[in-house]
């Protein structure tokens, strides 16, 4: 596949799919956790959280992060996102209210909430899997 096709690719994915896992590093080992992404007309990705979470304290340590996203399960679309990538805590108000829904509501109680951040994630490579027999592809960043 081209890079302009691996793009166009990776993007659809991104796009219907919200929900991943999200892996940090503490002490050497991995923790992971489902989260709900979206992101932006590149390919960072923001998931909410509270700033009180085991995840916020380990991304400040080490901000490693390791995302898994798509994957419909046999018959509906096997094709995955692995994505390595850095993490930065946002917490200021424009992201905020950029991404804030009222799905929220459930954990935080606005989008001015003192606990309410943002964890913005920049790939360093996507590896788009389960498309075939030419996967992985890799789209270095």
Do not use: C
């Not at 998931?47 to 898994?68: D, F, G, Q, R, W």
């Not at 935080?108 to 592809?137: A, C, H, R, W």
């Amino acid at each position: 596949m081209n890079q302009q096709a691996l793009k166009e690719k990776i993007f659809d994915i991104m796009e219907h799919h919200q929900v991943g896992t999200l892996a940090t590093v503490k002490d050497g080992k991995p923790y992971s956790r489902f989260m709900t992404f979206s992101n932006d007309d590149e390919f960072t990705f923001f998931t909410p959280t509270n700033k009180e979470t085991h995840k916020a304290e380990e991304i400040e340590s080490n901000p490693n992060v390791y995302i898994l996203i798509g994957y419909e399960g046999e018959g509906n679309g096997d094709a995955y996102l692995e994505v390595e990538g850095q993490a930065k805590i946002r917490d200021d108000q424009d992201i905020k209210d950029r991404l804030w829904n009222d799905r929220m509501k459930r954990w935080f109680s606005g989008k001015d909430d003192p606990e309410y951040i943002v964890l913005e994630i920049y790939p360093e490579s996507i590896q788009l899997m389960n498309t075939g027999t030419d996967t992985p592809e890799k789209l270095e960043l």
